[in-house]
């Protein structure tokens, strides 16, 4: 049985990103202070953008477009 300190984020998931979002995330930590490392930046990003309330038209606009890209990638 292992020992020690329990892994503070056991689940991990590999992701893709293209260049152009990280930029922006690189953009968005460096401004906070301190500067999150690149993970943790992501998962506040996260944190921020599931506790966004979305008006009608983004969200309908968001599921269209989330749809559209599903479509597309079926395994």
Excluded: C
């Excluded at 503070?8 to 401004?31: C, E, N, T």
């Amino acid at each position: 049985m292992p020992r020690g300190r329990p892994e503070l984020y056991p689940v991990k998931k590999v992701i893709g990103f293209d260049q152009s979002m990280l930029h922006a995330i690189d953009h968005w930590r460096r401004k906070q202070t301190p500067i999150p490392t690149v993970s943790d930046a992501i998962r506040a990003l996260v944190e921020l953008g599931l506790a966004a309330k979305p008006n009608a038209a983004e969200t309908a606009h968001g599921s269209k477009l989330a749809r559209k890209k599903m479509r597309g990638r079926r395994s």
